[in-house]
């Protein structure tokens, strides 16, 4: 063998471990995250529920519902303060039992927060200033949802279960406005960011004994619209920011992850539903990124899949946590937020906090 071949053969070696040991890694990376879950997780209280985000993207408020060890729970009885910046948890603030959903005002000066139980029909300001909580907010006959309004004046609360009831708070005062009746249950809620409409993803007052459809409801008087029919029960809402659709996820059966399931996209200026988007395992929640780009899906085997709003066709999923499939219904993404910036995805599945960069 001349000098020559001798050193192309070398080098060529070389170059193939090289690539061998990027290859390999890189196969490492990939499946790490769509395998074991994404790179960053972090703790919030035992058991973290609902989380949402300060508008100015500082801070991530998680409820502690508390967890669940396959025989015996504990309740939570905090909202937990944790840094964005160094993903670090502050004081918990004790807002008595099972706190599980959670709307914050524009100005992000104060909480509302909503009790996972209905023993427990209260609503409980908190002053984020200065980390003290107000008096109560009572429903005697209960509180299951609620949504806050643009210009942070008013909460609008799901009074009741099957009550078909949606009660506005004046958010200064906590005093209880009129009553809006509808006609079926506010499984889900969403305000147009114009402060307009707020649509409901609703069933027939009884659940599971009706039509399933999202109702429109106009804000200024008080009165719902005409009905949109949807399929397969509507189980989560959310709105583009630019306030030009709707999705609807569908879950027919919440306990089936063999379906059917769906994503329905509204337009509202119309109204008019398109053909709706037949998904995978079991869709739970859902969250539209900033930039109106992508609808994100919880689905209850640990996964997000990206939905395009321009194409409506599915991304490749994300694995927020390992899967276990020990048949607890909590263990899957129950929360999303996302970032103001657009760059970081936030998801509770199983008992912790999952930080997924998706965008730039």
Same mark, same amino acid.
Do not use: C
């Given at each position: +063998?001349?000098?020559?071949? +001798?050193?192309?053969? /070398? $080098?060529?070696?070389?170059? %193939?471990?090289?690539?061998?040991? %990027?290859?390999?890694?890189?196969?490492?990376?990939?499946?790490?995250?769509?395998?074991?879950?994404?790179?960053? &997780?972090?703790?919030?209280?035992?058991? =973290?529920?609902?989380? %949402?985000?300060?508008?100015?993207?500082?801070?991530?408020?998680?409820?502690?519902?508390?967890?669940?060890?396959?025989?015996?729970?504990?309740?939570?009885?905090?909202?937990?303060?944790?840094?964005?910046?160094?993903?670090?948890?502050?004081?918990?603030?004790?807002?008595?039992?099972?706190?599980?959903?959670?709307?914050?005002?524009?100005?992000?000066?104060?909480?509302?927060? /909503?009790?996972?139980?209905?023993?427990?029909?209260?609503?409980?300001?908190?002053?984020?200033?200065?980390?003290?909580?107000?008096?109560?907010?009572?429903?005697?006959?209960?509180?299951?949802? +609620? #949504?806050? @309004?643009?210009?942070?004046? &008013?909460?609008?609360?799901?009074?009741?279960?099957? &009550?078909?009831?949606?009660?506005?708070?004046?958010?200064?005062?906590?005093?209880?406005?009129?009553?809006?009746?509808?006609?079926?249950?506010?499984?889900?809620?969403?305000?147009?960011?114009?402060?307009?409409?707020?649509?409901?993803?609703?069933?027939? @007052?009884?659940?599971?004994?009706? =039509?399933?459809?999202?109702?429109?409801?106009?804000? @200024? $008087?008080?009165?719902?619209?005409?009905?949109?029919?949807? =399929?397969?029960?509507? #189980?989560?809402?959310?709105?583009?920011?630019?306030?030009?659709?709707? *999705?609807?996820?569908?879950?027919?059966?919440? *306990?089936?992850?063999?379906?059917?399931?769906? /994503?329905?996209? !509204?337009?509202? $200026?119309?109204?008019?539903?398109?053909?709706? /988007?037949?998904?995978?395992?079991?869709?739970?929640?859902?969250?539209?990124?900033?930039?109106?780009?992508?609808?994100?899906?919880?689905?209850?085997?640990?996964?997000?899949?990206? #939905?395009?709003?321009?194409?409506?066709?599915?991304?490749?999923? !994300?694995?927020?946590?390992?899967?276990?499939?020990?048949?607890?219904?909590?263990?899957?993404?129950? $929360? +999303?937020?996302?970032?103001?910036?657009?760059?970081?995805? *936030?998801?509770?599945?199983?008992?912790?906090?999952?930080?997924?960069?998706?965008?730039?």
């Amino acid at each position: +063998m001349t000098a020559r071949r +001798m050193w192309i053969t /070398l $080098s060529l070696t070389a170059w %193939v471990a090289i690539a061998a040991v %990027v290859l390999a890694q890189h196969t490492i990376d990939v499946a790490r995250f769509l395998f074991l879950g994404p790179a960053v &997780t972090f703790q919030a209280g035992r058991g =973290p529920d609902g989380i %949402v985000i300060s508008p100015d993207g500082r801070t991530l408020y998680a409820a502690d519902d508390g967890y669940w060890t396959g025989s015996s729970s504990v309740n939570g009885h905090a909202v937990t303060p944790i840094s964005l910046t160094t993903r670090q948890a502050g004081q918990p603030i004790d807002v008595g039992p099972d706190p599980a959903s959670l709307a914050i005002t524009p100005d992000g000066r104060r909480l509302f927060v /909503l009790p996972n139980n209905t023993d427990h029909p209260v609503i409980r300001p908190v002053d984020l200033t200065t980390g003290r909580v107000g008096s109560p907010l009572r429903f005697p006959g209960g509180a299951t949802g +609620m #949504v806050m @309004a643009p210009d942070g004046r &008013t909460l609008y609360v799901d009074a009741g279960t099957n &009550t078909a009831l949606i009660v506005p708070v004046d958010v200064a005062t906590g005093r209880e406005q009129p009553a809006i009746r509808i006609p079926g249950d506010a499984y889900a809620m969403v305000i147009t960011p114009d402060g307009k409409t707020l649509y409901t993803a609703s069933g027939a @007052a009884v659940p599971g004994y009706g =039509p399933d459809e999202v109702i429109p409801v106009d804000l @200024a $008087s008080g009165h719902a619209g005409t009905p949109i029919l949807v =399929p397969n029960e509507p #189980v989560g809402i959310a709105i583009t920011p630019n306030g030009h659709t709707l *999705y609807v996820i569908g879950n027919d059966n919440d *306990y089936d992850v063999t379906g059917p399931h769906s /994503l329905t996209a !509204i337009d509202t $200026s119309t109204g008019k539903p398109a053909k709706p /988007l037949s998904l995978g395992p079991n869709p739970q929640t859902l969250a539209i990124s900033p930039d109106d780009g992508t609808v994100y899906i919880g689905n209850d085997n640990h996964t997000i899949t990206p #939905v395009s709003t321009a194409t409506g066709k599915p991304g490749p999923s !994300i694995r927020t946590a390992p899967w276990f499939p020990s048949g607890d219904e909590s263990l899957y993404p129950i $929360s +999303m937020a996302i970032a103001p910036d657009g760059r970081t995805l *936030y998801a509770v599945d199983n008992g912790k906090i999952a930080a997924i960069p998706i965008g730039t």
